[in-house]
């Protein structure tokens, strides 16, 4: 097992990772996700990998990656509300289903937490979806805590 940066290489592997967990997410909710595309495509891969505030890393296990990490550095300085400060959100952790509860996703947390810390983050932040309660779990096993809370109404 290696856990690497994610380049060129590896984001065919990602676009397949991103569709297991459309369709992951399309089971909970499949009022919102379609279960079939991913949400990215191969351009827009390629412009994360080079965006010096962004970055991926992979978890490869026989040459193929088998989970991801995508995250995104926010500079939150001069708001009129909020103090000045750096987070990192986690915009997408997925593992597939072969290889959960062994630990990957741990991994993978400590290398989004390793990396907020060289970049002075505050906090890292993510969302997750109501009714993934695995992840949420998951989550708070690694110590973190519910921020604010996002509500909807559903009208149709």
Request: charged share 30%; net charge positive.
């Given at each position: 097992m290696e856990i690497k940066e994610a380049c060129e290489?590896?984001?065919?592997?990602?676009?397949?990772?991103?569709?297991?967990?459309?369709?992951?997410?399309?089971?909970?909710?499949?009022?919102?996700?379609?279960?079939?595309?991913?949400k990215y495509n191969y351009n827009d891969l390629l412009n994360i990998i080079h965006n010096p505030n962004m970055k991926i890393y992979v978890c490869i296990i026989n040459d193929k990656a088998i989970g991801h990490i995508f995250m995104i550095l926010n500079n939150h300085k001069n708001d009129v509300v909020l103090n000045d400060f750096k987070t990192l959100y986690i915009d997408d952790l997925f593992i597939k289903d072969d290889y959960r509860g062994k630990g990957i996703g741990h991994i993978l947390f400590d290398k989004a937490l390793e990396y907020a810390k060289e970049n002075e983050c505050y906090n890292i932040t993510l969302s997750v979806w109501a009714g993934n309660n695995k992840s949420e779990e998951f989550y708070k096993n690694l110590g973190m805590n519910p921020q604010k809370t996002y509500m909807e109404y559903i009208i149709k």
């Open positions: 290489k590896n984001i065919n592997d990602i676009i397949e990772l991103l569709k297991e967990a459309n369709k992951y997410h399309s089971n909970l909710r499949p009022d919102l996700f379609n279960g079939k595309n991913p």
